[in-house]
T-cell receptor, first 114, second 112 residues
């Protein structure tokens, strides 16, 4: 069975401070892991993707995530938050049993204060 | 521009009415998906289709129907059997080679 747990439903940071959005996953297979971002009333945009080539994955807009198999975690980080980062973030797992089938976490709402 | 187009952006349904949400893609992707998004629940899979003329139920298919007559199109009908249709609906298509899903901008459905 596959599942994704985003450990925080809301995260608030000040502009210029680091961002940490936490994600744990459960998968019976070697997973592909993703982070997507959604701005209000918009579709989802891919931030980054892990597929076992490297444990530290760099994405767009300065975000990166580290795959830790021993901890079954895939936390998203950014060194310095920007006001435009305020959005909802989804951690997602894909497994090979059904091509393209994704399992979503419940989302983390990121607020950035000036 | 290549992409996924969902229409309309906003849709209102009357009691007992069926409504159809459109999803078109020009990315030449084989697989397409419909998700429902409710606040605090992430995205839940309604239906998906990996090839033309074939589709599979997802986790919450009751009260919904789909068709896949063309590779580019995957319309979703919300039937009167769906008693709580108010939600944000997202369509996606997937590049199987890259194993990446691309999303449309969504349709917000409300009940009058």
């Amino acid at each position: 069975a596959q599942s994704v747990t985003q450990l925080d439903s809301h995260v608030s940071v000040s502009e210029g401070t680091p961002v940490l959005l936490r994600c744990n996953y459960s998968s019976s297979y070697s997973p592909s892991l993703f982070w997507y971002v959604q701005h209000p009333n918009k579709g989802l945009q891919l931030l980054l993707k892990y597929t076992s080539a490297a444990t530290l994955v760099k994405g767009i807009n300065g975000f990166e995530a580290e795959f830790k198999k021993s901890e079954t975690s895939f936390h998203l980080t950014k060194p310095s938050a920007h006001m435009s980062d305020a959005a909802e973030y989804f951690c997602v797992v894909s497994v090979g049993s059904t091509l393209g089938r994704l399992y979503f976490g419940r989302g983390t709402q990121l607020t950035v204060w000036p | 521009d290549g992409g996924i187009t969902q229409s309309p952006k906003y849709l209102f349904r009357k009691e007992g009415q069926n409504v159809t949400l459109s999803c078109e893609q020009n990315l030449n992707h084989d697989a397409m998906y419909w998700y429902r998004q409710d606040p605090g629940q992430g995205l839940r899979l309604i239906y998906y289709s990996q090839i033309v003329n074939d589709f599979q139920k997802g986790d919450i298919a009751e009260g919904y129907s789909v068709s896949r007559e063309k590779k580019e199109s995957f319309p979703l009908t919300v039937t009167s059997a769906q008693k709580n249709p108010t939600a944000f609906y997202l369509c996606a298509s997937v590049s199987l080679a890259k194993n990446i899903q691309y999303f449309g901008a969504g349709t917000r459905l409300s009940v009058l």
